[in-house]
């Protein structure tokens, strides 16, 4: 038997499974705890989602998406169902720290298995199956492999097959990055042929913009941009009055480092959004020869993938921008020097 046929055992031997995944859910998050939901569910096994916090407003779209019960919201409730089940799959995290302080009690005091299914470097060890590929471009994917490699591809449909779609879309920054394979490829084929429709999920993704957040995008291009030119790296900082002025939804500065990336030039970009009381970090970049996983993990108590990650930071909002700017020149290499 492969991994995968252990994963499929374990799941038809549970009676209540409970699915997990990050804190600050994103598409990959949400992607594939829904397809593994409705698969489980096909399964005839008994499946509830339980993520530390809500999705983003940009992905209510999806189909049983408000099926999942969030701990900010429903605490009593998913401590019931953790107190209550017999297997629980970890997505999208490598450490039981990555679902947050609440949550992360949960999951460490549970003393049923659990499965990780995750593309990130350096994976803990507490889980009984681990599968965990670096080389995957998401999440997401290693759900489509879970049921195409166990022989369960005639399961394969569109309720499950669209938010497998969404997941590869939005890690793999619309199939840009270099993590796409030629089995990424192989694999949208088949979700394709099983009835996904691609076109809906791209409007639903990109045509569903809010005035508050067009304003908020306009003003941190606009006013909050700065530009280290000798180091190709582009920062966007936005503080918690701003967020406010322009009325902060959820998800509404998502893509900012992205966009701040396609600047002609820029070999890094970062978004720093102070919120909740610490600040918030993006770290985009581009190449092997630009990590950002690394000054994330050695100086903003976070990590992640070589070219997309994240950290936080409990310093003033000049303070930390200080810092980085201080850190920048060892980390990205001088333009002029390089030419």
């Known amino acids: 038997m492969n991994t995968y046929e252990d994963i499929i055992k374990e799941i038809k031997l549970a009676e209540n499974i409970i699915i997990t995944a990050h804190k600050s859910p994103d598409g990959d998050s949400i992607g594939s705890s829904l397809a593994l939901h409705h698969f489980i569910k096909k399964l005839g096994v008994n499946s509830v989602i339980c993520h530390p916090d809500p999705a983003p407003e940009y992905l209510s779209w999806l189909e049983g998406i408000s099926e999942i019960l969030t701990f900010a919201s429903n605490p009593e409730q998913i401590k019931d169902k953790f107190s209550r089940t017999d297997l629980i799959f970890c997505l999208d995290y490598n450490g039981t720290d990555r679902v947050g302080e609440d949550m992360q009690v949960l999951l460490e005091q549970a003393s049923c298995k659990k ?170 970049s581009k190449g092997k020869e630009n990590p950002v996983n690394i000054l994330a993990s050695e100086h903003f108590e976070g990590g992640g993938h070589a070219n997309a990650s994240g950290g936080k930071s409990i310093l003033s909002m000049n303070d930390t921008l200080e810092k980085i700017k201080n850190l920048i020149p060892s980390y990205f290499g001088s333009i002029q020097m390089q030419n």
Not at 154 to 164: F, H, N, Q, R, V
């Open 115 to 284: 499965i990780m299914i995750d593309h990130h470097l350096n994976p803990q060890d507490f889980s009984f199956i681990t599968v965990s590929d670096t080389e995957v471009c998401s999440t997401a994917q290693l759900i489509a492999e879970l049921i195409l490699q166990s022989g369960n591809a005639e399961l394969l449909d569109e309720k499950i097959a669209t938010p497998l779609y969404l997941g590869i879309l939005t890690d793999t920054g619309s199939f840009r990055f270099p993590s796409v394979q030629a089995r990424t490829h192989e694999i949208l084929g088949k979700l394709l042929q099983a009835g996904v429709k691609h076109h809906l999920i791209h409007e639903n993704l990109n045509d569903t913009n809010t005035a508050g957040r067009l304003r908020i995008q306009g003003f941190a291009m606009s006013q909050k941009l700065e530009i280290m030119e000798d180091y190709g790296v582009a920062i966007i900082s936005l503080t918690e009055d701003e967020h406010k002025k322009y009325n902060y939804q959820k998800g509404d500065t998502d893509g900012l480092p992205n966009t701040a990336l396609s600047i002609k030039g820029m070999k890094a970009a970062m978004l720093f959004s102070e919120r909740e009381g610490y600040i918030r970090i993006s770290f985009r």
